[in-house]
């Protein structure tokens, strides 16, 4: 069955970058959108970044600038790449995929990655 896997998650030191991956394992058609969130303690999870077909892509103001979301469909595998973090930036963060396969077309969410940026 098709399962979502991320990665690349961990400590980081503001102002630094990381790349968050999201790999799809299982046979599948197309990745036909993509959407990464987060949820900080004590919040609701919030939309970060999203990729809707291969053209539409948007971003939450409070990482434009600094996140860009990126696919390797050969590979079956989304990105997340973030740069210059801050303090706010510490969360559980999420992909969340619409993926057609021989059965349907569904989203699937990842298990969730922590993220902490530290000072």
């Known amino acids: ?46 939309h970060v970044a999203g990729m809707i077909g291969s053209s539409n892509l948007n971003y939450a103001n ?23 973090l801050k303090l706010e930036d510490t969360a559980v963060y999420y992909c969340n995929l619409l993926i057609k396969t021989s059965d349907a077309l569904r989203n699937y969410w990842g298990q969730g990655t922590q993220v902490t940026v530290s000072s």
């Open 1 to 46: 069955q098709v399962q979502l896997v991320e990665s690349g998650g961990g400590l980081v030191q503001a102002g630094g970058s990381l790349r968050l991956s999201c790999a799809v394992s299982g046979s599948i058609l197309s990745i036909n959108a993509v959407g990464w969130y987060r949820q900080a303690p004590g919040k609701e999870r919030e």
């Open 62 to 84: 409070s990482v434009n600038g600094r996140f860009t979301i990126s696919a390797d469909y050969a590979q079956n595998t989304v990105y997340l790449q973030m740069n210059s």
